[in-house]
């Protein structure tokens, strides 16, 4: 077997994992890509940690935020919602996602423990699932969001 044959296998099976990827459901990719995203974003925060001094953790903090954010938007792009093009508009409406998840974490999680009194592992880990079905929902109707095409566009497809 030649080095051009052993490539040619090797590219198509690649592609049937790629193609078995993309018949998972896109809600437990969207939930598989976050829990893989959180591991390197705390990846991420260690080394930042280990190299700079753990001293500074509010700027090793945001730097984690800034190269994690760049990580997660690539993968739930490709990996999630495979869309082309768009690249900065759809990265900075996924900044948007982020910081108001923050925002809305932060006051449910407030309201949660002081108001109501509930514990606030508990409180947090209702706010986690509230907070994944909105951010879902907001990748996939806003900073994912797919043209739809029109009737002219689809007949035109047909003969593409």
């Known amino acids: 077997m030649n080095v051009f044959t052993f490539l040619k296998n090797w590219a198509a099976k690649e592609k049937t994992y790629a ?19 959180t591991v390197v974003r705390y990846l991420i925060f260690v080394g930042l940690g280990v190299w700079f001094s753990v001293a500074r953790y509010q700027l090793i903090l945001l ?17 999630v919602f495979a869309t082309a093009g768009n690249h900065f508009k759809e990265y900075m409406k996924s900044l948007l996602i982020w910081t108001l998840s923050y925002i809305l974490n932060s006051l449910l999680l407030e309201v949660l423990v002081k108001t109501v009194g509930v514990n606030v592992y508990l409180a947090q880990a209702a706010v986690v699932v509230l907070i994944t079905v909105i951010n879902y ?4 109707h806003f900073a994912f969001k797919q043209q739809k095409r029109g009737f002219w566009e689809k007949v035109y497809a047909v003969f593409e």
């Open 63 to 79: 730097g984690s935020w800034l190269l994690s954010s760049l990580t997660a938007f690539l993968a739930y792009k490709i990996l």
């Open 137 to 140: 929902l907001l990748f996939k």
């Open 19 to 37: 193609d078995h990827w993309f018949e998972i459901d896109e809600r437990l990719r969207f939930i598989t890509v976050g829990l893989v995203n």
